[in-house]
């Protein structure tokens, strides 16, 4: 329903200097003169768009303050929302925006729903559905490059491409119709060849934003990575080196780790979700056997293994063990400890028996080689193929799937092409084509593929 007024308090609940109640819809101005009264007397609403105004909310049926704050007004089309819109700027507590809330919503508005502000722009035409999808992805940017490529969905760099190849799309749907509709009439029409060049230009384009995607993804929800070993070869150390903080409890005494200790850290601009595992054994303590059951999940669930191995030791048993756990993964063996233990020749001894990891020497005690863990992560997760200056346009799961099924109905165009068929079914792939392209901006997405999408977005955005 687009014909009603929504609320909702925009700010994070709790204590702090401002907190605001968005209000948007038909009734958003008259709500605040119900419950507003200026204190410079000045007649706000005759002052034009975009203002602030210093006064009081007002209970009108007591006539009692609730608080002291700045209004600001800001008439449709020119918002957000492309409706009438005010904010409350209240002081941040609880109680004021609570009662504020409680006021808007006695005299018309009602309580928005989970990213309906977002929603609105949207289908008002204020935002595509990429566009949109990246408001929470700046939300929730971990670093400064996740903040990049959301940014740069925000400000439509991907859907122009992809408007582009639907012109293109149609360009060539024109082609093969004017066939099909005039096929007796004296009317140039590309030959199947043209066509076909046609098309694998676009191919070729959709090749390059797919290959994209899996470093946006990261870039976007953060690289799952699992910090693995036996007990007392340095993994909680690792992980409170590469935090700089203490995060772990880190102890001479095996099996201190229990459960999963997750936290997020910047790593050369990539996000990277790092998970502290109990150390790999056979054990008969419950508790320490349930995490290490629960580390062998998250080793399977994760996007890249980190295997800390203890260079005073040399390799043990329990380390074959989780070496073989992690094979056909993507890792990075550890070698720590190297400033008590022969490190160099314990990684030479593991890259003969397992060449498909990378290896390096390091110890945590004394920072030696952890910035070429770092390096490590970025040159196994990039490749050198996206750098923040270079950030990807696709970020999205289901962008991708949307240009994967782009890309398949083009295969089938070219197999129809090549193969003679009737030409009706060359345009019914182009059609079908355009439209997966269309579910990216939403031109032509279904309404519950929209619900789901905003569903995830917080009250109040």
């Known amino acids: 329903m687009l014909d009603d007024t929504i609320a909702a308090i925009a700010t994070p609940l709790g204590e702090g200097a401002i907190g605001i109640v968005r209000v948007s819809g038909p009734e958003a101005i008259a709500i605040a003169e119900k419950i507003f009264v200026s204190r410079t007397g000045v007649d706000w609403r005759r002052q034009g768009s975009h203002r602030l105004f210093y006064g009081l909310v007002v209970?009108?049926?007591?006539?009692?303050?609730?608080?002291?704050?700045?209004?600001?007004v800001m008439y449709a089309p020119r918002t957000f929302t492309r409706e009438d819109v005010v904010e409350f700027n209240c002081h941040g507590?609880?109680?004021?925006?609570?009662?504020?809330?409680?006021?808007?919503?006695?005299?018309?508005?009602?309580?928005?729903?989970?990213?309906?502000?977002?929603?609105?722009?949207?289908?008002?035409?204020?935002?595509?559905?990429?566009?949109a999808e990246s408001i929470l992805d700046i939300i929730r940017a971990k670093t400064d490059a996740g903040l990049a490529v959301a940014m740069s969905l925000l400000s439509g760099e991907l859907s122009s491409?992809?408007?582009?190849?639907?012109?293109?799309?149609?360009?060539?749907?024109?082609?093969?119709?004017?066939?099909?509709?005039?096929?007796?009439?004296?009317?140039?029409v590309a030959s199947r060849e043209d066509l076909k060049n046609s098309v694998l230009d676009l191919m070729g384009d959709l090749e390059e934003l797919i290959h994209q995607a899996r470093f946006g993804k990261v870039f976007r929800e953060g690289l799952r990575t699992v910090i693995v070993g036996r007990p007392n070869v340095g993994k909680s150390s690792l992980l409170n080196a590469l935090l700089r903080e203490k995060r772990a409890i880190v102890t001479e005494i095996p099996g201190t780790t229990r459960d999963i200790i997750e936290e997020v850290v910047n790593i050369r601009g990539i996000p990277v979700r790092l998970a502290d595992t109990a150390g790999m054994r056979d054990t008969d303590d419950i508790v320490e056997r349930i995490g290490v059951e629960r580390s062998r999940e998250l080793v399977k669930a994760a996007d890249l293994v980190l295997v800390v191995l203890d260079a005073s030791t040399g390799l043990t048993s329990e380390d074959r063990a989780v070496l073989e756990l992690v094979e056909g993964q993507?890792?990075?063996?550890?070698?720590?400890?190297?400033?008590?233990?022969?490190?160099?020749?314990?990684?030479?001894?593991?890259?003969?028996?397992?060449?498909?990891?990378?290896?390096?020497?390091?110890?945590?005690?004394?920072?030696?080689?952890?910035?070429?863990?770092?390096?490590?992560?970025?040159?196994?997760?990039?490749?050198?193929?996206?750098?923040?200056?270079?950030?990807?346009l696709v970020s999205h799961v289901r962008h991708k799937q949307a240009l994967v099924r782009c890309y398949e109905h083009l295969q089938e165009v070219l197999r129809a092409l090549?193969?003679?068929?009737?030409?009706?079914?060359?345009?019914?792939?182009?059609?079908?084509?355009?439209?997966?392209?269309?579910?990216?901006?939403?031109?032509?997405?279904?309404?519950?593929i929209v619900d789901r999408i905003f569903q995830d977005f917080c009250i109040g955005k």
């Open 59 to 72: 209970d009108p049926d007591t006539g009692q303050p609730v608080d002291e704050v700045l209004l600001g």
């Open 93 to 131: 507590g609880i109680v004021p925006l609570r009662r504020t809330l409680e006021l808007v919503l006695q005299h018309g508005a009602r309580l928005a729903e989970p990213g309906e502000f977002t929603r609105r722009a949207f289908l008002n035409g204020r935002l595509d559905l990429a566009q």
């Open 161 to 188: 491409r992809v408007r582009r190849f639907q012109d293109q799309l149609l360009g060539i749907l024109a082609q093969v119709e004017a066939d099909i509709d005039f096929p007796e009439e004296d009317i140039e």
């Open 330 to 392: 993507k890792g990075i063996v550890l070698i720590n400890k190297s400033d008590i233990g022969d490190g160099e020749g314990l990684a030479r001894q593991v890259a003969d028996l397992y060449p498909d990891k990378p290896v390096e020497v390091i110890s945590v005690k004394t920072g030696y080689g952890l910035s070429k863990v770092e390096e490590a992560i970025e040159r196994l997760v990039l490749g050198g193929q996206a750098t923040a200056s270079q950030m990807p």
């Open 418 to 448: 090549s193969a003679g068929e009737n030409i009706d079914l060359v345009a019914i792939d182009l059609r079908a084509a355009w439209e997966a392209l269309g579910e990216i901006t939403g031109d032509t997405v279904a309404e519950d």
